[in-house]
């Protein structure tokens, strides 16, 4: 049975009638790249040449500092952690391995939104990462701090110079260093002089 032929016909360019338009041409463009894979990937191939003690260390020098803030939790005499925060309080919470407990996991600032007195379960919210925690105050891998209610909790507060003394009325401030700390009499530089001169002539 012979197959019945069809005539090839050329593709036709779509024109635009006055009840529809032509379509909108189509513009592609590349997706941005995701940086933090190629890091991520970049510290395992660097990390796979280290030792184990330096990749600990290496580890844990990217740990946030929190010594500045306050402890979140205190301890009664009889050893009972308690929790100093409340609901509603921002808090840091640095968590240790649970198997190596001076490795350090992570640090993350969450929200409290209830807390259990006698477990030591405390049920946070992370806003940076748009989940919610569940974390321990009374195990022994994690650590809590106040976090300010605002800003940066990870940088320390800026010291304070002391202040100068006030100059008495009508005195106005000198520059340089003070008169006489370290300026020689006329007599001191004379007789150094002399000593030179003495002990070149020897």
Known sequence: MAKKKTAETEPVEPTATAEQPLPEPAFFTEEPEDK???????DEIVSAGLSPEQR???????????????????????????????????????????????????????????????????????????????????????????APKKGNP?????????????????EKKRRGRPKGTKNRTKDVIQAEKQAKKEGKAA
């Open 154 to 170: 990870f940088k320390a507060p800026k010291v304070e110079k002391p202040t100068q003394p006030d100059l008495p009325p009508g």
């Open 36 to 42: 933090s894979k190629e890091s991520d990937e970049d």
């Open 56 to 146: 600990a260390a290496k580890r844990e020098a990217k740990k946030p500092k929190i010594d500045h803030l306050t402890d979140a939790v205190g301890v009664l005499p009889d050893g009972t952690k308690i929790a100093l925060f409340d609901v509603g309080d921002r808090i840091i919470v640095q968590r240790n391995l649970s198997w190596a407990l001076d490795q350090w996991l992570d640090t993350r600032v969450y929200i409290v939104r209830s807390i259990d007195d006698d477990k030591g379960f405390v049920h946070c919210q992370d806003d940076e990462m748009g989940h919610y925690a569940c974390v321990g105050f009374k195990h022994p891998g994690q650590l809590f701090k106040f």
